[in-house]
């Protein structure tokens, strides 16, 4: 499970801001792609850092999760 800070807009969590990596507090400078599926919201992000990673929203539980996107 990830800590994700998130703007609202239309929905409770529409824009990842920021998100824990491991110990590290990550900025997000850019987001690359979103999409949903049932049940989940999910964002192609790129950290301030020029690393790219993937963000999942759990709608169901509320939960985030944080998968470094190596290859997408």
Not at 16 to 39: A, C, D, H, M
Not at 53 to 69: C, H, I, K, N, P
Request: charged share 30%; aromatic share 12%.
């Amino acid at each position: 499970m990830a800590r994700v800070a998130a703007s609202s807009g239309y929905s409770a969590c529409d824009h990842p801001k920021n998100f824990q990596w491991e110990y590290e507090t990550l900025t997000v400078s850019e987001i690359l792609r979103e999409w949903r599926e049932p049940g989940a919201k999910h964002y192609l992000v790129r950290a301030a850092d020029d690393r790219r990673f993937r963000l999942t929203l759990d709608e169901t539980s509320g939960a985030w999760f944080a998968l470094e996107a190596l290859s997408e």
